[in-house]
């Protein structure tokens, strides 16, 4: 399954998390230019990880 950037907007609460300053980087080069937020972005990569989790690890 490829990973597909979604704008869609979903009841939210706010939690506080901290990345390594080169993740950081990363996900804001991949979403320039792009209609979506960082926080958005990472809700919907850990989607993707929940969804994509080998069975034997769940």
Do not use: W
């Amino acid at each position: 399954m490829t990973f597909i950037i979604n704008t869609h907007k979903n009841i939210t609460e706010n939690k506080t998390i901290r990345f390594p300053l080169e993740l950081i980087n990363k996900i804001e080069g991949q979403i320039i230019g792009k209609d979506i937020s960082f926080s958005k972005f990472v809700i919907q990569a850990c989607e993707y990880a929940l969804e994509n989790i080998k069975e034997e690890d769940k």
